[in-house]
């Protein structure tokens, strides 16, 4: 197998040179079929000779005989079969095979090298699934909990939704943070184990509130306006009162109306009145 190829679990990634193990294999294999025949051969003789015997056609000596053989004929057939075994795993020993299925990563054996007993042949990854490793902070820890929605995003192209499988009840060595692990379906292998990865998790909702981005908010001293434009195309400030801030954004909690035009670029520059152009762009 080459660098980057999927194994299924089991499959062989390579082998060392092992035809003493194959050769052996195969004897072992013909000795057990011997030592089978040999105990079957005495096994229907020991069974002629026990019923010789019961009509006194035969000595105690020659069933006792007969009985021993028989017994010598398991026992060599049960130590062909443990050698068989021990052929095989030694046949197996010589053959890479996958533990688990998944993507061959950090191939550095090169056929013709020596490989020493316990180094590492290479590194299988399964990237179908990805677990990321994260933390937070005292203030959040509490909010979360096991099966979790969480939001993991790769820049601006790649969105993936994944769930909290995992929470550290005490905080990882040298940080502050409590340890979060968060699992995740890569079903098209875009993501790739080492890359930096943002993760939202939304530990509190809200339903049916009106919001703005805090950037359109005029505050004046302490009152806060808003500019929203009338079917003439005028103008006007509204006073509003905030609630929560998140992300950027602001919740109305008075003085805005649904399915008002609420101006969103140039609001330094309006004042009361003015009439303005309203411009539907594709964004």
Not at 76 to 83: K, M, R, S, Y
Request: hydrophobic fraction near 35%; glycine fraction near 8%.
């Amino acid at each position: 197998k080459n660098l980057g190829d999927w194994v299924d679990a089991g499959e062989e990634i390579g082998r060392i040179d092992n035809i003493d193990y194959e050769v052996q294999l195969k004897q072992a294999k013909a000795n057990v079929l011997s030592a089978e025949a040999s105990f079957k051969a005495l096994e229907l003789q020991m069974q002629a000779t026990e019923t010789l015997y019961k009509e006194k056609s035969v000595s105690e000596n020659e069933y006792m005989t007969s009985h021993s053989n028989l017994q010598k004929a398991q026992a060599a057939l049960d130590g062909a079969e443990a050698a068989l075994e021990l052929a095989k795993k030694n046949y197996n020993n010589s053959r890479f095979l996958a533990p688990v299925s998944g993507y061959i990563a950090d191939l550095q054996l090169e056929v013709g090298e020596t490989v020493t007993t316990g180094a590492a042949v290479c590194s299988i990854v399964n990237t179908k699934s990805l677990i990321v490793n994260t933390g937070v902070g005292e203030s959040d820890i509490a909010y979360l909990g096991r099966g979790q929605e969480v939001v993991v995003r790769y820049t601006d192209t790649i969105e993936r939704k994944g769930k909290i499988v995992g929470i550290g009840i005490k905080k990882s060595e040298n940080t502050a943070n409590y340890p979060v692990k968060i699992e995740l379906s890569n079903p098209d292998r875009l993501l790739f184990p080492g890359m930096i990865v943002q993760c939202s998790i939304a530990t509190k909702t809200w339903k049916n509130v009106l919001y703005v981005s805090q950037n359109n908010v005029v505050k004046e001293y302490d009152t806060h306006y808003l500019f929203v434009v009338d079917e003439e195309g005028t103008a006007h400030r509204k006073r509003v009162v905030l609630g929560d801030r998140i992300d950027g954004n602001v919740i109305i909690n008075e003085g805005l109306q649904p399915g008002a035009a609420v101006v969103t670029d140039g609001v330094e520059n309006l004042s009361e009145g003015t009439a303005v152009e309203i411009r539907i762009t594709n964004d």
